[in-house]
């Protein structure tokens, strides 16, 4: 009896070290496009902590910002070769590759607050509208985070549409290029870490870069002293999105424990941009920067000008048709178009 004993405990013993031996340690390389020092950038290395904490260590990410190790717009395809396993930037630098992730980075005059994009993607069959298209270029969608609403940035007044003939402005790429450029603008799509030396040397009068708190942590403010807020133009959803051989080889435990900390950094970021925006806009309002709140008219053209483009886009390809149709669709359901 005791020699069995002994042998069911050392059976006990030999499992649980066979177990240990196999459990993996997992390190993720994922480069931002924003600052370490901006408030997106300090929720980017919370979230990792809280993964690793999350994890008992056994999974770490490894932060790269301000495109530190690539391009910014190269970060999507760094990640997909192996050079990076992330992409923490957005959707909308791949409109190159299918216009479809337009609709999956940047709306543009769509959702009027983060919290009705979230819930296109978790409730309006986003997430499984988009996996497909992450899938095809070898990535896999974990979520969203959304700051909110964004700020025009210019060293002139942007008091409305009219404002916006010939004004030069640094625009990420894709369909917003279009839409301002009908409104009379002049885009200029350049990397967001360009922009800062693009408005010193007065290559351009303004720059869309993010909203009122970036804007600020990057010095925008020092030399552009108008901006509209609150914002309505574009909301973008920066994204974090893995190689898809790197995420299929983790755990299933790991894989629950990055979309469990991913909604969780959404969550915490929006309630913090929010509070920040507002003590943002507050202190560069005293500063002597000019807010230029634009009127309902004037956000109805815009408004009007971007939902034309979504279809012209949505015709792009059947994934772009796809995307359209189900922002429509799920903006109709909460009332916000007709």
């Known amino acids: 009896m005791k020699f ?4 069911v405990c050392a059976t006990a013993i030999t499992m649980a ?24 950038g300090k929720n980017a290395a919370k979230f990792a902590k809280n993964v690793e904490r999350m994890s008992g260590g056994r999974l770490k990410l490894e932060m790269f910002y301000s495109g530190s190790v690539v391009k910014s717009t190269e970060t999507f395809d760094a990640a997909a070769n192996g050079i990076l396993d992330g992409d923490m930037t957005g959707a ?3 409109t190159g590759k ?5 609709f999956l980075g940047d709306i543009m005059g769509g959702y009027d607050t983060p919290w009705e994009q979230y819930s296109w993607l978790y409730y309006g069959g986003g997430l499984e509208a988009a996996q497909p298209i992450y899938n095809k270029y070898g990535m896999q969608l974990i979520g969203w985070w959304v700051g909110g609403q964004e700020s025009m940035n210019s060293t002139k007044p942007l008091r409305g549409p009219a404002d916006l003939k010939d004004w030069k402005f640094r625009s990420p790429p894709g369909m917003e290029t279009e839409i301002f450029a009908e409104m009379g603008a002049s885009p200029i799509v350049m990397d967001f870490g360009e922009i800062f030396t693009a408005l010193e040397t007065k290559i351009i009068d303004g720059a869309d870069a993010s909203n009122v708190s970036t804007n600020k942590s990057i010095g925008i403010y020092d030399l552009a002293k108008y901006t509209t807020y609150p914002g309505f133009h574009s909301m973008p959803s920066d994204h974090l999105a893995l190689n898809k051989d790197v995420y299929d080889s983790l755990p299933d435990d790991l894989k629950a424990i990055l979309e469990s900390a991913m909604q969780q950094l959404a969550f915490q970021h929006t309630m913090s941009q929010q509070v920040d925006m507002a003590a943002v806009a507050a202190q560069i309002s005293k500063e002597g920067v000019t807010l230029h709140d634009w009127s309902a008219e004037d956000r109805a053209a815009f408004r009007k000008a971007a939902q034309a483009k979504w279809q012209e886009w949505g015709d792009k390809t059947p994934e772009a048709r796809i995307l359209v149709d189900s922002h429509v669709a799920y903006m109709k359901r909460l009332g916000l178009i007709k």
């Open 4 to 7: 069995l004993k002994y042998a």
């Open 17 to 40: 070290t066979v177990g240990l031996a196999s459990a993996k340690d997992f390190t993720l390389k994922i480069q931002t496009h924003l600052s370490a020092e901006s408030l997106n």
């Open 92 to 94: 909308a630098y791949q």
């Open 98 to 102: 299918n216009p479809a992730f337009q």
